[in-house]
């Protein structure tokens, strides 16, 4: 099985009988300045260095595709839960310079049965750039 790439242990794969993949992935960054104040004239910039990038995105889970959705946002909250940072890595490529920590992680079920099982689900995932 060809992997997209990985979340610590969480596999992005696209098959015929596995689809645990992402969308709307955005990336973002910001440079740290710290502003000097002068008496009677505008304070004065200072770049301080790079922030901390953030990225977010969605993940589908469908039981049609091979999936348990709940066993995989489970999985999903305890990595958030932990706190630990994870490697990310896309088409066998490390994203950033450091690790990631999930932040924030929001589930919806969208299709449930008359017996409770979600056949449907998506999570919004957002991380932070983690630094020891």
């Given at each position: 099985?060809?992997?997209?790439?990985?979340?610590?242990?969480?596999?992005?794969?696209?098959?015929?009988?596995?689809?645990?993949?992402?969308?709307?992935?955005?990336?973002?960054?910001?440079?740290?300045?710290?502003?000097?104040?002068?008496?009677?004239?505008?304070?004065k910039s200072q770049w301080i260095g790079p922030g901390?990038?953030?990225?977010?995105?969605?993940?589908?889970?469908?039981?049609?595709?091979?999936?348990?959705?709940?066993?995989?946002?489970?999985?999903?909250?305890?990595?958030?839960?932990?706190?630990?940072?994870?490697?990310?890595?896309?088409?066998?490529?490390?994203?950033?310079?450091?690790?990631?920590?999930?932040?924030?992680?929001?589930?919806?079920?969208?299709?449930?049965?008359?017996?409770?099982?979600?056949?449907?689900?998506?999570?919004?995932?957002?991380?932070?750039?983690?630094?020891?």
């Amino acid at each position: 099985m060809s992997s997209l790439g990985n979340l610590g242990p969480v596999v992005f794969v696209a098959t015929q009988e596995t689809l645990r993949t992402f969308q709307e992935f955005t990336r973002s960054s910001a440079s740290r300045y710290a502003d000097h104040e002068i008496l009677g004239k505008k304070p004065k910039s200072q770049w301080i260095g790079p922030g901390l990038d953030t990225i977010s995105f969605s993940m589908a889970f469908d039981a049609l595709y091979g999936l348990n959705p709940r066993k995989e946002l489970n999985q999903l909250v305890e990595l958030e839960r932990s706190g630990k940072a994870l490697p990310l890595a896309i088409g066998g490529v490390g994203i950033g310079v450091y690790m990631w920590s999930i932040t924030a992680l929001e589930q919806k079920w969208d299709v449930i049965d008359n017996q409770g099982y979600v056949w449907k689900a998506t999570a919004n995932i957002t991380l932070k750039e983690y630094v020891k």
